[in-house]
């Protein structure tokens, strides 16, 4: 069973430019989140897709922009990049329907894509 | 608003020692509160999650938490540390919609 992938892993870009991150979710989940991980830090909470809607979004500019796709497949956009940028960008899925369950999405998260700002 | 801090940006323990690592919570409603590890050039790995059932809660590789609303604590520990259990840990409050906010980590660090 396979679970959170995103590409590309690691990747160099420079100010000004945009980018464009990859999610696949874990089979059998239908909401994506993106957190962003910044050196030292904990994940910080960029926004949340769910029936291709955005739902939730953190403090984060409208740089920061994302898509999810009828198979659940998810992309975070990043606009005019700034050295601030760089970080690590985490993908996580989730089951909608556990969150009625228990109350509480389990969040399962892929090994990220780290972006550089150059 | 809902928040979490962690008390420790690192905490070195002897192999076989006892590994204990703080959180304290912010919350106005019951919170759902949970512990995640992450190993270098990985993604978070769940450890274990409170959701308002039992409030001493049992998670993988013999750590546990306690839920103590009196203190909001959410403290995290092993009674033996092993090599492998040298990570970050992050604890984490979620609220219904499923937006999660995490602490700054806490690096472990265990030395033979």
């Known amino acids: 069973d396979a679970g959170v992938t995103q590409s590309p892993t690691h990747l160099i870009k420079t100010r000004g430019q945009q980018v464009t991150l990859r999610c696949s979710p874990k089979s059998g989940h239908d909401t994506v989140s993106w957190y962003q991980q910044a050196l030292g830090q904990g994940p910080q909470f960029i926004f949340q897709y769910y029936e291709e809607e955005e739902r939730q979004r953190g403090n984060f500019p409208d740089r920061f922009s994302g898509h999810q796709f009828p198979n659940y497949s998810s992309e975070l956009n990043v606009n005019a990049l700034l050295l601030g940028d760089s970080a690590l960008y985490l993908c996580?899925?989730?089951?909608?329907?556990?969150?009625?369950?228990?109350?509480?999405?389990?969040?399962?998260f892929g090994a990220g894509s780290r972006l550089t700002v150059l | 608003a809902q928040s979490v801090t962690q008390l420790g940006s690192h905490v070195s323990v002897s192999e076989g020692a006892l590994v204990l690592l703080r959180c304290n919570y912010s919350s106005s409603v019951p919170p759902y509160l949970f512990w995640y590890v992450q190993y270098p050039n990985q993604g978070l790995q769940l450890l274990l999650k409170y959701t308002s059932a039992a409030t001493l809660v049992k998670g993988i590789n013999g750590f546990e938490a306690e839920f103590k609303k009196s203190e909001t604590s959410f403290h995290l520990t092993k009674p033996s540390a092993h090599m492998s259990d040298a990570a970050e840990y992050f604890c984490a409050v979620s609220g219904r919609w499923g937006k999660f906010q995490f602490g700054a980590g806490t690096q472990v660090v265990v030395t033979p």
């Open positions: 996580a899925s989730s089951l909608d329907r556990d969150r009625g369950l228990s109350g509480a999405n389990v969040l399962t």
